[in-house]
């Protein structure tokens, strides 16, 4: 039996010995191309197709959604406007402290108390909203959980219960209130929460300062 044992462990031995030789004998593989600098021009920017000068879009470390359990992540390079415990980004219209109810992680508005609004000020931008209404629902049409996110303070992203709610097109959740509906009615039974994504891209003007948004055209993606 032990000279079995010696027999196997000589040939694993000598099965290692040959398979190392074979494969330090096998050329170095070329590294693959990073890009190029004889492909042809993409109309309408400076780059080429493929383009090894163009710069790389920056790493981040993405985003995790939220459950009923505990809240999501954000992505690594996003700008947090409320993580749970407070409002020192926000102000009231008119400069106060934000005074909206603040408890277990959430923000309330508060009866007539007014909007909030964000201390910093944004132009390009994508914008990740979380937001809840009140279960079980009360009111209907307009009145049933009726809040909303103003851009520039001028238009404004609807938010409402729109769960088996009939109202007005231009005034479902999600849509450009008065001026354009959402593409479909999304909006579930009783779910612990609604999220909701802006992209917002406005046009630069000639001397590259920021044109007003109700002057020069820009896109929102909801």
Not at 20 to 41: E, H, I, L, N, R
Not at 95 to 104: D, I, Q
Not at 119 to 144: A, V
Not at 177 to 199: D, K
Request: aromatic share 8%; net charge positive.
């Amino acid at each position: 039996m032990s000279t079995s044992r010696v027999f196997v462990s000589t040939a694993g031995l000598i099965a290692l010995s040959l398979a190392s030789s074979v494969f330090a004998q096998q050329p170095t593989p070329p590294k693959a191309p990073t890009g190029y600098t004889d492909t042809p021009k993409i109309p309408g920017n400076k780059w080429r197709v493929h383009d090894d000068a163009r710069p790389r879009p920056p790493v981040i470390t993405p985003g995790t959604f939220s459950s009923s359990d505990k809240p999501g992540k954000p992505p690594s390079d996003a700008t947090v406007l409320f993580d749970g415990t407070n409002l020192n980004a926000w102000k009231m219209a008119k400069g106060e402290p934000a005074n909206w109810k603040l408890e277990n992680g959430y923000v309330e508005t508060i009866g007539r108390s007014g909007d909030i609004i964000t201390k910093e000020e944004f132009g390009n931008c994508q914008l990740h909203i979380e937001w809840r209404t009140p279960d079980p629902p009360r009111g209907d049409s307009q009145g049933r959980g009726n809040s909303g996110v103003f851009l520039f303070g001028l238009y404004e992203i609807q938010v409402l219960d729109s769960y088996n709610n009939v109202s007005y097109a231009d005034g479902q959740a999600s849509g450009l209130y008065g001026q354009m509906p959402p593409l479909v009615n999304a909006s579930l039974r009783r779910v612990s929460g609604r999220s909701t994504t802006l992209c917002l891209r406005r046009r630069r003007s000639k001397t590259a300062a920021w044109t007003r948004p109700d002057s020069s055209p820009f896109s929102i993606t909801a």
